[in-house]
């Protein structure tokens, strides 16, 4: 098999430069219109995190953005915010450091530290969902419970492919490293909810990684679903996070409704006890 093929996304989806485009316009309309709140997480330059509220009381969901740990930041996705605003969930969009200047278990370590960097702002465990290095992380979030549920689109989660190939110039993973990097066989805690979601059009090893993770956390125990979104591409892939009225935007919403549902009724014991005091 021609890994450089398969996991080389940019090359493989030669208008990808059409479609980045695109993101970043939409990012900075959603900028001017919803003018976000910057959270420091670290002292470092990155580590900064916009936060889109919904009003209050509603809940966040975080987005991890791709760039397989090497390009991108916060700032060009911002444009997902809209959709999520639109029913009621509010967006978090951490930016972290990139490889070669940092390895990838630092980049884990700042994604975790934002995250509870919200925890502490929110007091609720996310939702989180990312796409492509950022589905890796998401479901590395899951798995250590920092995250109340995952949306995993188009996902690295075994990254040992990933060492023949160009794209390991810059992160520099051996055998040892990239397996223990690898949340498909992280722990999969109780109750975990992920979704593994891919561009139908997308190579077969992206598909075959999803539809992997999926069965591997399902068969676990976690609560998880497989699906190929139809003539999307690792690019494109990302387009129904735009509409408001898509299922993969209707399925986050829901998800983050439904931990906001149990976080009220859970103060809403917690005052019936206290009345009862």
Known sequence: ?????????RARCPDHPAVMARWK?????????HPPVEIAYGDGPRERMDLFLAGEGRPIAVFLHGGYW??????????IAPALLANGVGLAVPSYD??????????????????????????????????SAGG?????MLSEGRASAGVAISGV??????????????LGLEEVE????????????????LDCVVGGAESPEFIRQSRDMADRWGKAGAETRFEALQALDHFTVL????????????????LADGLNARILANENVLDQGLGQI
């Open 1 to 9: 098999m021609d890994l450089e093929a398969e996991y080389n996304n």
């Open 25 to 33: 316009a939409s990012a900075e309309a959603a900028r001017a219109a």
């Open 70 to 79: 090497q390009a991108l930041d916060k700032n060009w996705f911002s444009g």
């Open 98 to 131: 990139l490889a070669p200047q940092v390895r990838l278990g630092r980049i884990l370590d700042q994604v975790r530290t934002a995250l509870d960097r919200l925890r502490e702002e929110t007091g609720a465990l996310p939702v989180v969902f990312g796409h």
């Open 136 to 140: 890796h992380m998401a479901a590395a």
């Open 157 to 170: 989660f075994d990254l040992r492919p990933l060492i023949p190939t160009s794209l390991n110039a810059a």
């Open 178 to 193: 990239a397996a223990a990097l690898s949340p498909i066989d992280w722990p999969v805690p109780a109750g975990a909810v």
């Open 239 to 254: 387009d129904p996070l735009f509409d408001a009225d898509s299922a993969l935007i209707r399925r986050i919403a829901s």
